[in-house]
């Protein structure tokens, strides 16, 4: 991560094609499916010398016009934009804060009286609570689990998750978004390190660099008791406790998914 930008630059030059840049066709075979170097440089207005200089790190701190250029050839929105932007504004070194590790006593209690499912992970996917139902839904929400892990290596998690290949995808890009500059994180570096050699899909994923919060999440999972629910999932921030957040799905009333999950909580309800 030493090279943030570069490698920023880099991996999303290579997802733009000629076409997509509004070049014509040229001769002679391409070595890269994406945009060359001095196809970049040229459609931003900026010298081939000087754009070889940010990919290679030689040069770090492009002007905001330099990065509203290159935002617009590489074809970003505004999160990626906004992402490109920090790369090049990197803040100080400095020791990562350590993320709280203890779910509040009250976000706990309301846990455990909600009617849907809701848990507490930190900043690594850690799961640290979950009540009762969110446990009988998915084998990634179990306190003690890791979410990126199970995701990524387990078989079981692969079948319960009906949109795996979309919902990985959607998991990369929300962990490059939060943890942006955190260069000096070594757990961070240890998740990312163990995920790449244990998974391929995560590997191609992560190098991609995709960066996108997640918005508008819609879940279905194929559970083994009640079928395929389609559940809305809401993230909120946990006040005064760093890199926590809370999790809560819910279905749409009068949908059979909301029949499935009720009939889930009888199922799983105490005798």
Do not use: C
């Not at 490698?7 to 733009?16: N, P, T, Y």
């Not at 779910?103 to 455990?112: E, H, S, W």
């Not at 319960?160 to 961070?188: K, P, S």
């Not at 999950?261 to 005798?271: G, I, K, T, Y």
């Amino acid at each position: 991560m030493d090279n943030a930008l570069g490698d920023f630059l880099r991996a999303r030059r290579e997802l733009v094609t000629p076409a997509e840049a509004g070049l014509l066709p040229g001769h002679g075979l391409r070595r890269v499916p994406g945009l060359r170097r001095e196809e970049v440089a040229m459609l931003a207005g900026i010298s081939v010398e000087y754009y070889l200089r940010l990919e290679q790190g030689r040069d770090r701190n492009p002007s905001v016009q330099v990065i509203d250029s290159l935002a617009r050839v590489l074809q970003l929105d505004a999160e990626g934009t906004a992402y490109l932007a920090s790369l090049a504004r990197p803040k100080p070194r400095r020791d990562p804060a350590r993320p709280d590790e203890d779910v509040p006593a009250g976000l706990d209690l309301l846990l455990r009286t909600l009617n849907v499912p809701a848990l507490v992970f930190n900043k690594y996917s850690d799961v640290l609570a979950a009540n009762r139902l969110a446990r009988a839904l998915s084998p990634d929400m179990v306190p003690g689990r890791n979410r990126l892990r199970v995701l990524f290596t387990d078989q079981a998690a692969h079948e319960y998750n009906a949109d795996w290949e979309r919902y990985t995808a959607a998991a990369v890009a929300h962990l490059r978004a939060q943890i942006g500059m955190e260069t000096d994180d070594e757990r961070l570096h240890a998740l990312i390190g163990e995920l790449s050699l244990k998974s391929d899909r995560f590997r191609r994923l992560w190098a991609l660099h995709e960066v996108r919060s997640a918005h508008d999440v819609t879940l279905r999972l194929r559970h083994p008791r009640v079928g395929v629910l389609e559940l809305l999932a809401e993230k909120f921030q946990v006040v005064g406790a760093s890199g926590l957040e809370a999790l809560l799905l819910h279905a749409k009333p009068g949908t059979r998914s909301a029949d499935a999950l009720a009939l889930l909580a009888a199922l799983d309800a105490p005798s």
